[in-house]
């Protein structure tokens, strides 16, 4: 079940971000906001083996004690 969903711009910062129950709101901000350098690293990393195909699964980024953040991709669309 998802407990949290964050939409981040192509600049690497949160558009939106949406949590379930809300008193865990803040925690959850903080764990996205920690977690963008790692995504922007991993991206770079699958882009430069791939080229411009990219995954968009990237996979398991980090398990915390209680959560696990998972990482989807979207094809940006101009």
Same mark, same amino acid.
């Given at each position: 079940?998802?407990?949290?969903?964050?939409?981040?711009?192509?600049?690497? &910062?949160?558009?939106?971000?949406?949590?379930?129950?809300?008193?865990?709101?803040?925690?959850?901000? &903080?764990?996205?906001?920690?977690?963008?350098?790692?995504?922007?690293?991993?991206?770079?990393?699958?882009?430069?083996?791939?080229?411009?195909?990219?995954?968009?699964?990237?996979?398991?980024? &980090?398990?915390?004690?209680?959560?696990?953040?998972?990482?989807?991709?979207?094809?940006?669309?101009?």
């Amino acid at each position: 079940m998802a407990v949290c969903i964050a939409v981040i711009a192509k600049e690497n &910062y949160p558009l939106y971000i949406r949590s379930v129950p809300t008193q865990n709101e803040l925690k959850f901000h &903080y764990t996205v906001h920690t977690s963008l350098d790692v995504v922007e690293e991993k991206i770079s990393a699958v882009g430069k083996s791939l080229g411009d195909q990219r995954e968009l699964y990237l996979g398991l980024l &980090y398990p915390t004690e209680d959560y696990k953040l998972i990482i989807f991709l979207t094809r940006h669309l101009h």
